[in-house]
């Protein structure tokens, strides 16, 4: 029985569900890189950035290439990037709703 579209949605999302997967795909937005940029940039240990890097994999978000000794990793396609930069304007968009919320509720404070 095939899954329902909002199933593999909420398993997406899930995939994007931890904060070292998401700035993993956030880095390889801007380029591929190899493990070890990643590892500086992130500043964690192997073992767990490997751990990440194969759960992106096996959602098929992220792939691997072997060049010489070293392994590059890549988004899948440009829709993560896409992905990515919504999740952006829609964060953005309800912080701003926020600050305007605050600012409202800063003024209207009796002195």
């Given at each position: 029985?095939?899954?329902?579209?909002?199933?593999?949605?909420?398993?997406?999302?899930?995939?994007?569900?931890?904060?070292?997967?998401?700035?993993?795909?956030?880095?390889?937005?801007?380029?591929?890189?190899?493990?070890?940029?990643?590892?500086?940039?992130?500043?964690?240990?192997?073992?767990?950035?490997?751990?990440?890097?194969?759960?992106?994999?096996?959602?098929?978000?992220?792939?691997?290439?072997?060049?010489?000794?070293?392994?590059?990793?890549?988004?899948?396609?440009?829709?993560?990037?896409?992905?990515?930069r919504a999740a952006r304007r829609i964060i953005t968009d309800l912080?701003?709703?926020?600050?305007?919320?605050?600012?409202?509720?800063?003024a209207d404070r009796p002195a």
């Amino acid at each position: 029985m095939p899954v329902p579209l909002y199933q593999a949605k909420a398993e997406l999302f899930k995939t994007l569900g931890h904060p070292m997967r998401v700035r993993i795909v956030e880095l390889l937005c801007d380029r591929p890189r190899p493990v070890r940029d990643l590892l500086a940039a992130i500043e964690t240990e192997a073992p767990q950035l490997s751990q990440q890097l194969a759960v992106l994999r096996r959602a098929g978000l992220v792939t691997a290439r072997r060049e010489g000794a070293t392994v590059v990793y890549e988004l899948a396609g440009a829709d993560v990037s896409e992905l990515m930069r919504a999740a952006r304007r829609i964060i953005t968009d309800l912080l701003a709703d926020q600050g305007e919320l605050l600012a409202e509720l800063t003024a209207d404070r009796p002195a």
